[in-house]
């Protein structure tokens, strides 16, 4: 069935559809997230240009982004279960974005009411699109097709494109009517969306529905069947009590969010572990272990490459010489550089990596996603000359940041759609949208322990943690790259003999 789709530039025309689809998800996600730290700490004397803002401190604004971001992110997992169980990935993502809309809506009426709300539903909404329609790019290609990874990048395009745009336009809308104005220009974004989806509905036939013949595992999914499973088997249930216990020391010692967040992580586990016990032959057991510790290298990879948002661009507005012929260059501005180098070199990194593996050479995802830890982490030197100048001189210049950002746009090319793509070629069929959901957590999983580390930088200094972030990540993506062959060896073959298809 998928030979019948019908093709363009050499794609199944749905990867089109799903392309545009999320490139104006992303365009609304990015513009909001762009303007939300500046609106919540914007005072509500009415004094700033751009209106009244929620008068919130610094701290506070920080504190609600940084669960923000990552809720954004873990609530992906429910959306992958609802998918893989009820809806199918198709209806999902088309109930996603109705939520997207109403969310980003709500945003624009200027109420503190109308925030909370908002901003709930947008988690809600991004929870049930983003993990099903990444699925949905995999389900347009057979097993086996080697353009499934271009495909990925291609998708991947349409993310940056959506965010390059977002954040160059938010500002002049901001600065001409206002913070809601912004808000509602993501509303509109994401109205555009649904539209597009709706009208290329027809070219998704055969992608995204609700699978229920599988060989994989025995039955239909029940995750409270799992659950329950928990308690026949003592080895998981210690795992599981002690993981609890872990947790609610962490709600003592720490914060009620972190015991929150423990405890989510605990149920997690808990599943997997049931998951591994079901699945019923050794070729899907190890595949699946194969995926869980790939998702090692996915928080590192974005615990460190999220300093962008934070540290980084702190460091951009009070450290760096902005001066560029006499014009000082706005901080924001250095925000799309990583989405403008993605658009530049997204389809030449995936250009090598497939000829590499058309020639035989070693270009297994494992190897790919290891390779982009080292070449992301090796940015961060550029950091440490910054932070060298800076000691030296009082200022540091421009050229540190471009740098830097460069390299950590090619490992995020190295790493991010290929790991999309080796999720939908690794994951039990029957749990694909759930285990694109545990994905995306562990990447909001790792932007949490980007603003912890970033927060570091106080105590210690921005030498010592871009530093220590720079021979970390490179010794982690060694270790992985050693690890290429026994771990390739346990994917039984999933990503051998690739060959076109048309
Ligand atoms: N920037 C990418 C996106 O928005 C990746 C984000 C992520 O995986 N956390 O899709």
Redesign the pocket.
């Known amino acids: 069935q998928l030979q019948t789709q019908k093709q363009l530039f050499g794609h199944p025309i749905g990867l089109y559809i799903l392309f545009f689809t999320e490139m104006w998800e992303?365009f609304s996600?990015?513009g909001m997230r762009a303007l939300l730290v500046l609106y919540m700490t914007t005072s509500t004397l009415g004094t700033d240009p751009r209106g009244i803002g929620l008068g919130w401190s610094e701290e506070n604004a920080l504190e609600l982004y940084g669960w923000y971001t990552m809720l954004v992110?873990v609530l992906s997992i429910p959306g992958g279960m609802i998918a893989d169980k009820l809806l199918g990935q198709k209806k999902s993502v088309l109930v996603g974005a109705l939520i997207l809309c109403a969310g980003h809506g709500v945003l624009a009426i200027e109420d503190l009411w109308a925030f909370y709300t908002g901003l709930g539903l947008v988690v809600l909404g991004v929870g049930m699109l983003?993990p099903n329609i990444s699925t949905m790019v995999g389900g347009l290609y057979a097993p086996g097709d080697i353009r499934r990874d271009k495909g990925f990048s291609v998708f991947?395009i349409g993310?940056?494109l959506g965010?390059l745009l977002a954040t160059l336009l938010v500002g002049f809308i901001v600065a001409e009517w206002g913070w809601h104005a912004g808000f509602a220009m993501a509303g509109v974004a994401m109205l555009l969306g649904l539209v597009v989806y709706l009208a290329g509905y027809k070219h998704l036939k055969y992608v995204g529905n609700l699978d229920k013949s599988d060989t994989e595992a025995s039955d239909e999914v029940s995750y409270g069947r799992l659950y329950s499973d928990l308690f026949k088997s003592p080895k998981h249930l210690v795992i599981t009590f002690v993981l609890v216990v872990v947790s609610i020391i962490g709600w003592f010692f720490l914060e009620w969010g972190y015991g929150l967040l423990f405890l989510f992580l605990t149920a997690i586990i808990a599943l997997m572990m049931m998951i591994y016990k079901e699945l019923n032959s050794q070729v899907y057991k190890d595949r699946f272990v194969v995926l869980l510790l790939s998702f090692i290298m996915v928080i590192i990879f974005?615990g460190a490459f999220e300093q962008a948002g934070g540290l980084m661009n702190l460091y951009t507005d009070s450290k760096t010489d902005r001066d560029l012929f006499g014009w000082t260059v706005p901080t924001m501005m250095f925000q799309s550089l990583n989405a403008g180098f993605i658009i530049i070199f997204a389809t030449v990194v995936a250009n090598i990596w497939a000829k590499r593996k058309l020639k035989g050479k070693e270009a297994s995802s494992i190897f790919k996603m290891a390779t982009g830890i080292i070449i992301m982490g090796f940015g961060f030197l550029f950091m440490v000359f910054a932070a060298m100048q800076f000691e030296k001189s009082g200022s540091s210049s421009m050229i540190w940041l471009v740098l830097a950002y460069f390299f950590h746009t090619i490992g995020e090319l190295c790493l991010?759609p290929v790991a999309l793509s080796f999720i939908t070629k690794l994951a039990p069929v029957k749990y694909a949208s759930l285990m694109m959901g545990v994905y995306?957590a562990a990447?909001?999983l790792?932007?949490k322990v980007a603003g912890i580390v970033g927060e570091s930088a106080s105590d210690f200094g921005e030498y010592s943690v871009f530093l220590g972030i720079l021979i970390f990540t490179i010794v982690i993506g060694l270790i992985f790259i050693l690890l290429t062959k026994p771990l390739k060896r346990l994917t039984h073959g999933a990503e051998d003999n690739e060959r076109k298809f048309q």
Do not use: L, M, P, Q
């Open positions: 992303r996600y990015y992110y983003k991947y993310i940056n965010s974005w991010s995306f990447t909001g790792g932007s």
